[in-house]
Structures are given as structure tokens and as C-alpha cells.
């Protein structure tokens, strides 16, 4: 294989989590990011663009002969990326691993992703669809359900859109400050009500070439900030895998019940789709039920799921962007991983940037994922409200996170919080 040039989209800690794991290949490769952050500094050259800035990516691709682009994160996917390299004479044979527009609606729109669970008898809560128009039809939707009552946005609110109520008269009233009142912007023109699933949550990442796709390790996020899983919820404050309570029987379930009707109904729709299917669950009894589709991996589950694939990940992108997944098979280490967030000080609410971040490990073998993080004169300050993500490998969650909480003790920032129970639940 010749050498390979890489383009990874994205600044998060999933990225720099792709960077890190593909750094490691034994096929010479050169890596680039767009726009990347400090961590990902380190591994790839770092540039400074956008990732909905199509025409300016078009150009780096070109100056830089990329061979593939691994989009990490959704917005650039539901704005067309993918379509757009296709649509486009000078890219039009250049990889993207990353659904097209269309297959991108899975997350790009709660109700298409609704009718595609209903269409193809996957698990899923009993929901209603409505917009300004037919806000009296679902005020008489909430009338005859039982609380707590779910409403989501039906477009892409950055993972705020998702309001959990108890009392109807208040569900009633934020329907309309959604529909009417545009609570999320566009994102809220149109609203799914659901019925609430009570049980725990979990995430499964499917990879797929179009024809073919493996499963990958199962992993549990932590959404919330506060301790016992309490207050606002966030993009995610640790995660863990494997999952404990998710034993053969249960793994099954997911598979044949919702993975593999997943993966056949994209085939039935013909829907094309080359990438990554995140499933978000919850099990309910012993049976699995989807909540949501994302069309890309998770974050923070990408730090906890691609330290555990022993893969070469430049040969299993390859593979995925050349058509050729059935030649793969995924080794996957027994060992558990879990990962531990530092945020700024008032996430998600309203917080501080620039503050300065000591204690980082020199070595970029460590597994601390930088997201928001940037370079100024050689040190390393904050730049988000999810600053950085420390992922530790051991015999069970407890010993990793154990590990992590050693490492995270070292690394210090003005108004820097991280929750000290990731895992507690299990």
C-alpha cells in the first residue's frame, strides 16, 4: 500500500482520539486535521479550517493529495460534506467515511429517524410528530399519555433539544415555547413527543462499507454534570467499556433486534452509507429499545471504544473506504476502558476560555484527549467548555477508572470540575 494522506474533520476529543489511534499504524500514512486542537497538534498537522468551510477543505485536499477523510463530527454530515465530494469532478473519487445527506437524516431529524424505526419494526418509544400547525394535536397527544413526557427537537439543537417533563400543563407550555416561540431556532419547527422508557442507557457504533459492517465494542456514557447522575445535561462527562450489565443475552438482543434491522433497512430504503452508526439505547426489562440514531462515533465513547480495538485503524478505514469490511475482523481487547471529562468551571451554562492547563503528561502516548484545547507559544490553554477527556485501560471498570482519577489528580486549570463517580451506577 502506497503511503496514505488523512484528513480528519473535527477539534473534539473524538478526534483526537482517531488522530491518536491512527497515528500508531504501521502503514506510513501522514495525518491532517481540520481544524484540530492541541492535543491533535502533536500527531497531525493541525489546519486552520472549518468543518462546514466545503470550499476551503476542497482546496486543502487537493494541495495536500488526501487520500480519505474521516468526518468526525455530525453538522458537516447533515449539511451535505459527503455529497458535496461527489458532486465535485476533482473529488468525486476521494473516500469520505461519513454518510451522505440523505443517511445523515438519521440524526439530522428525530422524526425521519422515528419513521425509519417504525417502517422497519425497530424497538423504540411510541412518539407523536408535530409542528406550530398541529400544536393542538399535540396538546392532545400529552392529554392522553402518562408522565414524564419526552419532547425532542426534531433537527439538530447540539444535543440541548431533548426537554423531560413531569407535569403536563408545563409539557403543554414548553411544546409551544418550542413550536411557537422557536425555543431552539429552526431546530424546533417541528417537534417529536414521546412516551418516557424508564431503564439504563448505552451506545453501540456500528462501522459499515455500504455492503458490509462489524459491530464494535458496546460502551455507557455519563451525560449528566452533577454527581449520581443529577443536573444539566452536557456532551458527556465520562464514559465506560465494555458494559458490565450488558451480558451475552442482552448483546444478542441488540443485535438481531436493532442492529441487523438497522443495517438492512439503510439496504431496503436504499439509503447509501459508508460510515459509522451510533445507536443509542436503553434496555427496559432485558430488552433493548433505540432512543436515537447519530450518523457518526460517540464522544466521549470514542476514547473508551477505539483504545479497546487492537485493529490497525488506518487498515480498517481503508478497508472501509475501499469496499472491502468483509476482509476484516475485528480484535477487540477484554481489557476495560474508561475516560474521565474535565470541564470549564460553569459548563454547560455559561464558562470561561484561556485559562492555562499544567500537569499535562509530556508523553503523547498517554491516553489524555485534548477537546477544547488550544496551542499559544508553546502552552496549552482552554478553549471549551469540555476541555480534555483521561482514558485509562484495566482488569475491570474500577481499576481503569481508578487510573484515571491518578492521572486526572496531576492536571489542574482555573475553575476546572470533573464528576468523581464515573461508573458508580454499575
Known sequence: ???????????????????????????????????????????????????????????????????????????????????????????????????????????????????????HNIPTAQYGSFTAETLQEGYEFLEQMNAPYVLKADGLAAGKGVLIIDNLDHAKKELSNMLVHQKFGKASSKVVVEEFLSGIELSCFVLTDGTHYITLPLAKDYKRIGEGDTGLNTGGMGAVSPVPFADEKFVNAIQETIVKPTMEGLKKDKIPYVGFVFIGLIRVGDAPFVIEYNVRMGDPETQVVLPRIKNDLVELLYATAMGKLAEVELIVDPQSATTVVAVSGGYPEAYEKAKRIDGLPSTSSTMVFHAGTTLQQGEIFTNGGRVLAVTSLGDDHKEAVQKSYELMEKISFEGMYFRKDIGFDL
Open 1 to 119: 500500500m502506497k503511503n496514505l494522506n488523512i484528513l480528519v474533520l473535527g477539534s473534539g476529543g473524538r478526534e483526537h482520539t482517531f488522530c491518536w489511534k491512527l497515528a500508531q499504524s504501521k502503514i506510513k500514512h501522514r495525518l491532517f486535521v481540520a481544524p484540530g486542537n492541541a492535543g491533535t497538534s502533536r500527531l497531525a498537522t493541525n489546519l486552520e479550517i472549518g468543518v462546514n468551510d466545503f470550499e476551503a477543505l476542497k482546496d486543502a485536499v487537493i494541495q495536500n493529495n488526501i487520500d480519505f477523510v474521516v468526518v468526525g463530527p455530525e453538522d458537516p454530515l447533515v449539511h451535505g460534506i459527503h455529497d458535496f465530494f461527489l458532486n465535485d469532478a476533482q473529488l468525486k473519487k476521494i473516500p469520505v467515511i461519513g454518510p451522505q445527506k440523505w443517511g445523515a437524516t438519521l440524526e439530522g431529524s428525530k422524526e425521519f429517524a422515528k419513521a425509519f424505526m417504525s417502517r
